[in-house]
């Protein structure tokens, strides 16, 4: 019995290299055409296009058309926003809205316990945080628990009612003298009282220490500067679609970290994807000394969250990236220039690493019962562990939060607030 099924697998076996072999033989006396449409089995089918691939290192292009031209321009004026805090002056001035002490005393406190539980765990185990790490968690905290407020409509300032948006107004000059460029009009809903309220969009992170208050935009602002307050070095993340967000250097673990004071969200970068189920096209990281796109931190899983990058080629976008690193370290010393190069290769590594450690983790994911039945459904019982992680902080209880701010993922939370081409408010 075995025998006969043993030789009836020879035969077929023998059969099927034959056939094989005469098409081959066909297509390469017939005609030049590719393999691919002799037949359509998949190990010979046409490659895929690799667009998701785009991201891969390529050589700068300048911009080509007035299209390109202005996403530059755009890319340089953003670049300005970190260089805005860099005044030793206001600084210091910023420190004193700071409860320093109680910031360094908390940093002080959870940087022991890091300490405790790295030496809990073995020796030659090193602590998750450093202390620099745990003093921006900690104004952190502060920032987002006792100092800074969130504002849609504002209330009427006359009878505390909830206001009704009715347009833009020009700035009067002490508004404009203190950074505002734009006002936002918003009338009471109580037709006795009829006031008009103003809401200036400060673009000045040191105004907006005595204003405390805005969008995500002024958050952003604010709360980096005073990171660079305490000693970080810090980035001022773009994101093209409708948010802003920090990153802090950290020493400690020789990466840039994630930091999102309206979320009080560190090191989550995944957060705005499978937290919030938000699709991303550009990250861009701005410091006072260059300029990274950083997608491939945020977006992991490009097929699922990915937006298609159609702004400029990504040739371009890698020539406006360099030119803005040029102007920034124009004046640094080589030893400077030669030590933010090395950072940037090994960030380039880091992210190159994200990309493929989720693209193996989508191949893990696959059930190999959807290959045998494709259709059948059954791998879509599994569901992503790391998604549930990143979502979790927006089910435990911020659902007030999320509902005041208007921002609750699933599409452009508030995308009326931000014109095409504007830094986001
Ligand atoms: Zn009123």
């Known amino acids: 019995m075995t025998d006969e099924v043993a030789k009836d697998l020879t035969e077929r076996w023998r059969q099927k290299l034959s056939t094989t072999r005469m098409n081959e ?15 359509q089995t998949p190990h010979n089918a046409p490659p895929p296009s690799y667009s998701s691939l785009r991201n891969i290192p390529l050589v700068p292009m300048p911009p080509q058309d ?35 002490e109680q910031i360094y005393n908390e940093a002080e406190e959870e940087s022991q316990i890091f300490k405790a539980e790295a030496e809990s765990l073995g020796t030659g185990k090193k602590p998750a945080w450093g202390y620099q790490d745990c003093v921006v968690r900690a104004l952190l905290r ?102 802003v967000w920090t990153e802090v250097y950290s020493v400690h673990r020789k990466r840039w970290i994630h930091v999102d004071s309206c979320e009080e969200a560190w090191d989550r970068p995944r957060l705005y994807t499978e937290g919030w189920g938000k699709k991303i096209a550009y990250c861009v990281a701005f410091s006072a000394d260059g300029a990274t796109d950083v997608t491939r931190r945020y977006v992991r899983n490009i097929l699922k969250y990915g937006l298609e990058r159609t702004r400029v080629p990504e040739a371009v976008l890698h020539y406006i990236i360099a030119e803005i690193r040029a102007t920034r370290r124009a004046n640094m010393s080589k030893q400077d220039k030669f030590r933010l190069q090395g950072e940037d290769m090994r960030e380039e590594r880091e992210l190159r690493y994200n ?57 452009t939370p508030g995308q009326n607030q931000n014109p095409p081409d504007l830094p986001p408010r």
């Open 25 to 39: 033989l066909q297509s390469r006396s017939s005609s030049p055409a590719p393999r691919g449409f002799a037949s």
């Open 66 to 100: 007035h299209k390109q031209l202005r996403f530059k321009n755009l890319m340089h004026s953003l670049s300005n926003m970190p260089c805005r805090w860099e005044n030793p002056g206001l600084l210091d001035e910023a420190l004193k809205a700071i409860p320093l």
């Open 142 to 243: 502060w920032f987002k628990r006792s100092f800074f407020t969130w504002v849609n409509n504002p209330p009427c300032s006359q009878c505390y009612s909830p206001t009704i948006a009715y347009g833009m107004a020009a700035p009067l000059p002490d508004e404009r003298a203190r950074s505002a460029t734009q006002v936002e009009l918003y009338k009471c809903s109580v037709e006795e009282c009829g006031c008009y309220e103003r809401f200036p969009r400060y673009n000045d992170a040191f105004v907006l220490l005595q204003t405390r208050k805005g969008r995500c935009g002024e958050w952003a602002n604010c709360f980096s500067m005073l990171c660079r307050a305490v000693g970080s070095r810090v980035r001022w993340v773009w994101n093209s679609e409708d948010h």
């Open 355 to 411: 990309y493929i450690t989720a693209i193996a983790q989508e191949i893990c994911k696959i059930d190999p019962e959807d290959i045998l039945r494709p259709g059948s459904g059954v791998g879509n019982r599994r569901a992503d562990p790391d998604a549930q992680k990143a979502a979790e902080g927006r089910q435990s209880g911020e659902a007030e939060w999320i509902r005041r701010r208007g921002e609750g993922g699933r599409g």
